[in-house]
């Protein structure tokens, strides 16, 4: 007896990955033949029981290392300090957006930093793109990969985290933000809408870039209206211990 554990981004429809026919009936007998086939979101299990409707499918989270991650007291600084944490592409991440939106908040505010974590084969051409527009260095800082721990010092710092993916199932970078007790904007979006709630952030349409324009925002005057300790209270349903019992128990 087996068990897969799925994470692919590719069975959403809305994913530019598209799947032969050949390799959907492949992938129907491997579902069929499992003892149970995990997905981190219901989107996901949704997703692929058009696929297979008739396999056993259980979801189980994404898992993060609460030890990594956590709260720490912030520095004192005169800016709020926003941080996304991607490949930084324009395809899934919608990166380019992103920034965008950033110049438009840049021209009426100054208050404020994005930070970038990443080093996607997009990276230097969304450099250039930050030059440009005159933020890099300036308004956006680019980071490039960094290890775990120096991520998890870096998230506890930001005020929040943006993503504004154009599909994703349970990106990891929103879960280790829960964890940090630092709030998200994300957009609602494949698994995100099942993870983002009232207490934890906000999730926004992907199309309309003036709605991510407003709560950016307001954001930045608003983010005390969070508690880190509630975020963090309930992210440790993530945590590998928590997650790790449920795989226990399925085995």
Same mark, same amino acid.
């Given at each position: 007896?087996?068990? $897969?554990?799925?994470?692919?981004?590719?069975?959403?429809?809305?994913?530019?990955?598209?799947?032969?026919?050949?390799?959907?009936?492949?992938?129907?007998?491997? %579902?069929?033949?499992?003892?149970?086939?995990?997905?981190?979101?219901?989107?996901?299990?949704?997703? =692929?029981? *058009? $696929? !297979?409707?008739?396999?056993? @499918?259980?979801? $189980? &989270?994404?898992?993060?290392?609460? !030890?990594?991650?956590?709260?720490?007291?912030?520095?004192?600084?005169? /800016?709020?300090?926003?941080?996304?944490?991607?490949?930084?592409?324009?395809?899934?991440?919608?990166? /380019?957006?992103?920034?965008?939106?950033?110049?438009?908040?840049?021209?009426?505010?100054?208050?404020?930093?994005?930070?970038?974590?990443?080093?996607? $084969?997009?990276?230097?051409?969304?450099?250039?793109?930050?030059?440009?527009?005159?933020?890099?260095?300036?308004?956006?800082?680019?980071?490039? @990969? %960094?290890?775990?721990?120096?991520?998890?010092?870096?998230?506890?710092?930001?005020?929040?985290?943006?993503?504004? &993916?154009?599909?994703?199932?349970?990106?990891?970078?929103?879960?280790?933000?829960? =964890?940090?007790?630092?709030?998200?904007?994300?957009?609602?979006?494949?698994?995100?809408?099942?993870?983002?709630?009232? !207490? !934890?952030?906000? #999730?926004?349409? *992907?199309?309309? #870039?003036?709605?991510?324009?407003?709560?950016?925002?307001?954001?930045?005057?608003?983010?005390?209206?969070?508690?880190?300790? %509630?975020?963090?209270?309930?992210?440790?349903?993530?945590? @590998?211990?928590?997650?790790?019992?449920?795989?226990?128990? *399925?085995?």
């Amino acid at each position: 007896p087996f068990i $897969i554990t799925e994470h692919f981004s590719g069975y959403d429809p809305a994913a530019e990955y598209k799947m032969t026919a050949t390799r959907k009936k492949c992938i129907s007998f491997l %579902l069929s033949q499992a003892a149970a086939i995990t997905t981190v979101s219901e989107f996901l299990k949704s997703n =692929m029981q *058009l $696929i !297979n409707r008739n396999s056993n @499918y259980i979801v $189980i &989270s994404n898992a993060i290392n609460k !030890n990594i991650f956590h709260i720490r007291e912030k520095e004192k600084r005169t /800016k709020k300090q926003l941080i996304h944490i991607s490949h930084l592409d324009n395809q899934t991440k919608n990166f /380019k957006k992103i920034i965008d939106v950033v110049k438009q908040v840049s021209e009426l505010r100054n208050d404020f930093e994005f930070h970038v974590v990443g080093k996607g $084969i997009d990276l230097e051409k969304q450099k250039e793109y930050a030059k440009e527009l005159g933020l890099l260095n300036n308004i956006v800082f680019f980071h490039g @990969y %960094l290890p775990k721990e120096e991520i998890a010092k870096m998230i506890s710092q930001c005020d929040f985290m943006l993503m504004f &993916s154009i599909y994703d199932n349970q990106p990891c970078a929103l879960l280790e933000s829960f =964890m940090s007790g630092v709030p998200v904007i994300a957009s609602d979006v494949g698994g995100i809408k099942e993870i983002v709630n009232h !207490n !934890n952030g906000i #999730t926004i349409p *992907l199309v309309d #870039t003036s709605v991510l324009f407003k709560t950016i925002l307001e954001f930045i005057d608003n983010t005390e209206k969070y508690n880190p300790l %509630l975020i963090r209270e309930d992210a440790l349903k993530y945590s @590998y211990e928590d997650v790790g019992k449920s795989f226990s128990l *399925l085995y």
